[in-house]
Structure formats: structure tokens, C-alpha cells
């Protein structure tokens, strides 16, 4: 599963088709691969048959493991057989919140797809409000009509400011930050400030001290070494790494080709970014990977 993945919840309901059938409408359009799920309650004591026979609870979980994958076998075959782009079938046990956001955190699923429970009653049980303050990946919700609701839109330029729930989903899309937990990215968006520049702004300039790190929410921006044009940034691009990382001046100019919306991380709020080894480390691979092929590229054209 990775970030062209939908992860869709399967609960063994009356629900379950409408779910499925929504997924696949929604991966169909977005040219998504589908995972299915169904998270199962722990067993912890053992039972007996109506026989007397003694059924230990890794037996009654294998039991109920083969039958939460047929259901999900059936619900692949009848909703999902004709796709090109592979379906997933994952049977978990444990608490249903706590298992997506593992998933979550190990396979980076570009959005999940629940069917709504609002009518619980205690706002702490709403498994809904859990999953959305839980998860840093976007949920979309199927509701009691068979609508999915959620945005897990980028916000477009012309946006309301971004909320700090809009940071730490813009930061989940990043493959820099792929499999952090949602506290995790919290921290980082802590430390970043909305900013918008016009087109035609330079904002990192060749030779020159760099003072702020740039992820690029909207619009795109230009990469150029000595005047000559290297690459286009655009949603989810870095800016900035380098000089920030090492404190040397900038070996490039980047300037904006469109007006952009980024979040922007000044020196000192990148010094604590930057504290957090995992964090720094991340960078530092990001950061080296492209310079590696700004390198190559330049090593082919001089034959």
C-alpha cells in the first residue's frame, strides 16, 4: 500500500456493498489500488462447544480470521474483479482506531474510507471523532444516503488560511514524512507558518544565505543554477534544504513561477525541526537523492 492506495474499513454489515461499491468509484477515478479491512474484536478467554469441548482463543481467532477473509474475498470478487490495480485484504484484531492508524502508519494509504457512525451517543466512543482527531491521513465518511463526505482536497490558493488540521494532512502527503504517526507531524506543523509569495519572487537566491525551508502547498516555482533552468517545483516540493541543513549559502535560486501557497519554516522554528534526529535524518536523504540527480543529469549532457 502507498500513497496511491485507498483503505477502506469493512465492518461484516449490511453496509459493507455501499462501501465497497463507493470505493471503487472513488479509486476508479483517482487511479487508486483498494485495500480492504476488517478489524476484529480480541478473544482473551477460552470457550467451550455446546459439546464441552474446549476451544483455546487463538483457535476462536483463526476461526474468525477465516471468516472475515471470505467475506472480504467475496466482497473483492463481486465489486472489484474487473480492476487492472490490485485490491489488498487485511484481517487485523484490536481496537478499530488503533489498528487503521497502524496501517496507516505503516503503508502511508493516500485516504480512508469509513461508513459514518454519528448517532453514538458519548462523544469520546464516536469512533468518527476519534479516527479524525487519531489519523493523519484524510478520512472520507459514507453516509446514511450513500454520499461520501470529508475533503481530502489540497487547499487551493484562494483558501481560507490554513487550519493546523490543514497542515498536518498537507504534511501526511509528503513522502519525506511518510510513515510518521500523527503526533509526530503535529510537532513538525507546529513549527510552520503559512506564507504566500506572487509569481516572479525569488525566494531562495544562488550564493546568498538562505534564512527559511519551504513545502509547497500550491504553485510552482523554478530551480536554476547560474541562470539555467534545473527542475520545477510544485505541491508537496521542498525548498530550501540544503542551505538550511548545512548553514552554507544557497547553491541554487528557486523563484516562482506562479503565485504560491507554502508553509514556511524560519531559521530558528527549522532548528527545531532540525533537533529531532529522525526528522534531520529524513531531510538529509531527501536532500542528497536530489542533488545526486541534478549530478548525474549534468554528467550526461557533458557527454
Known amino acids: 500500500m502507498n500513497a496511491n492506495s485507498l483503505l477502506v474499513l469493512i465492518e461484516g454489515d449490511y453496509g459493507d456493498s455501499a462501501l465497497v461499491r463507493s ?22 478467554r477460552a470457550s467451550r462447544t455446546d459439546r464441552g469441548a474446549l476451544v483455546l482463543p487463538w483457535q476462536a481467532m483463526q476461526v474468525m480470521k477465516s471468516a472475515a477473509r471470505f467475506d472480504l474475498e467475496r466482497l473483492r470478487d463481486q465489486f472489484l474483479s474487473e480492476r487492472t490495480l490490485p485490491t489488498r485484504l487485511l484481517v487485523r484484531f484490536g481496537d478499530v482506531v488503533d ?7 505503516a503503508a502511508h494509504p493516500h485516504a480512508v474510507l469509513v461508513r459514518s457512525k454519528p448517532r453514538e451517543f458519548l462523544r469520546w466512543r464516536n469512533r468518527d471523532w476519534r479516527l479524525m482527531r487519531r489519523l493523519a491521513a484524510p478520512v472520507l465518511f459514507l453516509d446514511d444516503d450513500n454520499r461520501l463526505v470529508g ?10 488560511p490554513l487550519t ?11 513522502p519525506v514524512f511518510a510513515g510518521m504517526s500523527r ?21 531562495v537566491h544562488e550564493g546568498r ?14 530551480l536554476t543554477l547560474r541562470g539555467k533552468p534545473l527542475e520545477r517545483i510544485t505541491s508537496t516540493g521542498l525548498v530550501g534544504v540544503p542551505s538550511m541543513l548545512d548553514s552554507r549559502p544557497a547553491w541554487a535560486s528557486v523563484t516562482a513561477m506562479t503565485p504560491v501557497r507554502a508553509l514556511v519554516a524560519s531559521t530558528e522554528q527549522f532548528r527545531a ?31
Not at 471503487?24 to 482473551?44: F, K, M, N
Not at 493546523?164 to 509528503?174: E, G, I, S
Not at 532540525?274 to 557527454?303: F, K, P, Y
Open 183 to 203: 503526533k509526530e507531524l503535529e510537532m513538525i506543523a507546529r513549527n510552520l507558518d503559512e506564507a504566500k509569495v506572487d509569481a516572479g519572487t525569488t525566494v
Open 273 to 303: 525541526l532540525r533537533a529531532d534526529d529522525r526528522i534531520a535524518l529524513r531531510l538529509w536523504a531527501a536532500t542528497g537523492a536530489r542533488l545526486r540527480n541534478h549530478i548525474v543529469e549534468s554528467m550526461s549532457e557533458a557527454g
Open 23 to 44: 470505493a471503487r468509484d472513488h479509486a476508479d477515478g483517482s487511479g487508486y489500488s483498494v485495500t480492504l479491512l476488517q478489524v476484529l474484536p480480541e478473544v482473551t
Open 164 to 174: 493546523f488540521t490543514d497542515k498536518v494532512k498537507a504534511l501526511y502527503r509528503l
Open 99 to 105: 489498528e487503521i492508524a497502524a496501517v496507516c502508519y
Open 209 to 222: 544565505s538562505n534564512r527559511a525551508f519551504w513545502i509547497v502547498i500550491d504553485g510552482e516555482l523554478e
Open 151 to 160: 475533503d481530502e482536497a489540497s487547499p487551493d490558493s484562494g483558501a481560507a
